[in-house]
T-cell receptor, first 112, second 113 residues
Framework: QQQVKQSPQSLIVQKGGISIINCAYENTAFDYFPWYQQFPGKGPALLIAIRPDVSEKKEGRFTISFNKSAKQFSLHIMDSQPGDSATYFCAASKRSTDKLIFGTGTRLQVFP | GAGVSQSPRYKVAKRGQDVALRCDPISGHVSLFWYQQALGQGPEFLTYFQNEAQLDKSGLPSDRFFAERPEGSVSTLKIQRTQQEDSAVYLC???????????FGSGTRLTVV
């Protein structure tokens, strides 16, 4: 049972373009939704996270949009750069436990 | 150290061999997690410690998997009688207890041949 579904599986974007990755969840008990960035040979690193009391959070070029009624959230990367090329994972967790449920990942390639 | 340290970085095991993977969390981090990441997939939760107490082991795939953190610092994930399906990257993460403070190590890549 996949509790967090992520799409697309891969994404190719031109430098300066907008990268959009989407996730949907099933468990309404989830109350924390982070996005992680992973480079080859490295562990995931927290990029940005949101809680369901807000619909949007922006940090620099990265924005999370959150739709509680649709049980969906997305990551937008503005002005995408070649250095953003990595695999991105959405995740979710609930208050009673700190364990993260990850999506299947999106491999982003940004071409100059 | 400044980050979460895992050793070895790579491990090749023959099927049926026992392996032990080590995690050195960030000093002072009370929470420690183990995740398994298969090739091309997202990490999957294995087990969670708060200090030396193992509070959740619901993700361990079989009784061949065992984790410990006897002094509330370094943790070891042991896999007995390894099988080919155990081949994956094993990630350790630690935190102060705040979900925003999760820090992952670079992982141990286990290959069972």
């Amino acid at each position: 049972q996949q509790q967090v579904k992520q799409s697309p599986q891969s994404l190719i974007v031109q430098k300066g373009g907008i990268s959009i990755i989407n996730c949907a969840y099933e468990n309404t008990a989830f109350d924390y939704f982070p996005w992680y960035q992973q480079f080859p040979g490295k562990g995931p690193a927290l990029l940005i996270a949101i809680r369901p009391d807000v619909s949007e959070k922006k940090e620099g070029r990265f924005t999370i949009s959150f739709n509680k009624s649709a049980k969906q959230f997305s990551l937008h990367i503005m002005d995408s750069q070649p250095g953003d090329s990595a695999t991105y994972f959405c995740a979710a967790s609930k208050r009673s436990t700190d364990k993260l449920i990850f999506g299947t990942g999106t491999r982003l390639q940004v071409f100059p | 150290g400044a980050g979460v340290s895992q050793s070895p970085r790579y491990k090749v095991a023959k099927r049926g061999q026992d392996v032990a993977l080590r995690c050195d969390p960030i000093s002072g981090h009370v929470s420690l997690f183990w995740y398994q990441q298969a090739l091309g997939q997202g990490p999957e939760f294995l087990t969670y410690f708060q200090n030396e107490a193992q509070l959740d082991k619901s993700g361990l795939p079989s009784d061949r998997f065992f984790a410990e953190r006897p002094e509330g610092s370094v943790s070891t994930l042991k896999i007995q009688r390894t099988q080919q399906e155990d081949s994956a990257v094993y990630l350790c993460a630690s935190s102060l207890g705040d979900r925003d403070g999760y820090t992952f190590g670079s992982g141990t890549r286990l290959t069972v041949v």
